[in-house]
């Protein structure tokens, strides 16, 4: 493994999970935001993974890390829309899986503040709205990496593919919710 002590880590997970992400953003960016109906199947394709991915979480514990599925509930709400119906995850629970899972959440505020401001100003935006607090990003960041530093490669590979899987299942959620 070639992340190792006093290696930026979230610098490596970052690297390592580029194209997942780029995956995912050019998913989702194909939805038109301006339109309602169409605003509407991307929060539902966010809920189809969020929501079971949050719910595996609580299962864990990983400091910094605030679930947003109340408010993608609000949002769809306020859209006269329906929550899909999303079976449990069966993933492996252990403090690797759920730092990378985390990171993956954690980053999505950012993109999603940004989406925040395009929305038209009629559409809710209490998921896509909820933003860091000031020095929040840079806390989750630097303790992601003070525990990557901590518990070694095993582990880092570990939260590389936890990150990687959670990409996967919002990609798989986009892909989902289009083809209905």
């Not at 690297?15 to 991307?42: I, K, P, W």
């Not at 829309?81 to 959440?105: E, K, S």
Request: proline share 5%; charged share 20%.
């Amino acid at each position: 493994m070639w992340w190792g002590i006093g290696i930026d880590f979230h610098g490596m997970l970052r690297a390592s999970t580029r194209a997942d992400h780029d995956q995912v953003d050019a998913l989702f960016g194909a939805f038109d935001l301006a339109e309602a109906s169409s605003y509407g199947t991307m929060l539902r394709a966010h809920a189809r993974a969020l929501l079971p991915v949050e719910a595996w979480m609580a299962d864990g514990a990983v400091p910094l890390w605030e679930p947003r599925g109340a408010a993608l509930r609000a949002d769809l709400d306020a859209l006269g829309l329906t929550v899909p119906d999303v079976p449990p995850l069966h993933w492996r629970t252990d403090d690797a899986a759920l730092w990378g899972t985390a990171y993956v959440l954690e980053g999505s505020r950012l993109g999603g503040a940004m989406i925040a401001r395009r929305l038209p100003s009629a559409m809710p935006r209490a998921y896509l709205g909820q933003v860091h607090a000031p020095g929040h990003w840079r806390a989750f960041l630097a303790a992601l990496d003070e525990r990557a530093e901590v518990n070694g490669a095993q582990w880092q590979a570990d939260a590389v593919a936890a990150a990687q899987r959670t990409f996967e299942t919002f990609a798989a959620a986009a892909r989902s919710e289009r083809s209905r």
